[in-house]
């Protein structure tokens, strides 16, 4: 079974801290993605990444960086935390001509 | 890619069918009708996806109108543990980023 999995279920940070959110996927995926669901609105990509040190913007880029320095890690970095990124995180990997995107469970962030 | 339009809500008794309805009228000629759920607290996970076909899984069946222009998800034997919400996306590629809208909200009632 594919495993994607994220440091943590639920993290509470204050505002201007740096924080980072890990993905891992166990199944050699070449893309991965970061996706932000907030009531109402649904998901929205943030950043995706097709190879390892690539990365593309999504439609939420700002406030957030990202690093992919290994096929099985993607990293979400928020520089400076602030209240309007409190929302859940979730993380899909899939590899190239796969239909399917297997998603982790997700990380709730709260920035207070 | 196309944009689709399901109803907000649906309640299904438990043991029946469920059949989910998705509207993509702009759907073009290579873009894929793709199925997930996103059960509560959850990551979304892939049900089913096709093209021009109906598709049939272990978890669900996909018939598509000959036109293209709407498709119905249907879950033959509806459990509690199908309450979910239900996404219908119209995409090229399963490996490219998901454009996920509000879905449908399934409730199945004991």
């Known amino acids: 079974d594919v495993k994607v999995t994220q440091s943590s279920r639920y993290l509470v940070k204050r505002t201007g801290e740096k924080v980072f959110l890990e993905c891992v996927q166990d199944?050699?995926?070449?893309?991965m993605f970061w996706y932000r669901q907030d009531p109402g609105l649904g998901l929205r990509l943030i950043y995706f990444?097709?190879?390892?040190?690539?990365?593309e913007k999504g439609d939420i880029p700002e406030g957030y960086s990202v690093s992919r320095e290994k096929k099985e890690r993607f990293s979400l970095i928020l520089e400076s935390a602030s209240t309007n990124q409190t929302s859940m995180y979730l993380c899909?990997?899939?590899?190239?001509?796969?239909?399917?995107?297997?998603f982790g469970p997700g990380t709730r962030l709260t920035v207070t | 890619d196309a944009k689709t339009t399901q109803p907000p809500s649906m309640d299904c008794a438990e043991g029946r069918a469920a059949n989910l309805p998705c509207n993509h009228s702009?759907?073009?000629?290579?873009?894929?009708v793709y199925w997930y759920r996103q059960i509560h607290s959850q990551g979304p996970q892939y049900i089913i996806h096709?093209?021009?076909n109906n598709e049939t899984n272990e978890m669900a069946s996909l018939i598509i109108t000959e036109d293209r222009k709407s498709s119905t998800l249907i879950l033959p034997h509806a459990t509690l543990r199908d309450t979910a919400v239900y996404y219908c996306?119209?995409?090229?590629?399963?490996?490219?980023?998901?454009?996920f809208g509000k879905g449908t909200r399934l409730s199945v009632i004991a």
């Open positions: 199944m050699d995926h070449e893309n």
């Open positions: 096709g093209l021009k």
């Open positions: 996306i119209v995409i090229h590629s399963g490996n490219t980023p998901l454009v």
């Open positions: 899909a990997s899939t590899a190239a001509g796969q239909y399917e995107q297997y």
């Open positions: 990444s097709y190879d390892v040190k690539m990365k």
């Open positions: 702009t759907i073009s000629g290579n873009e894929y």
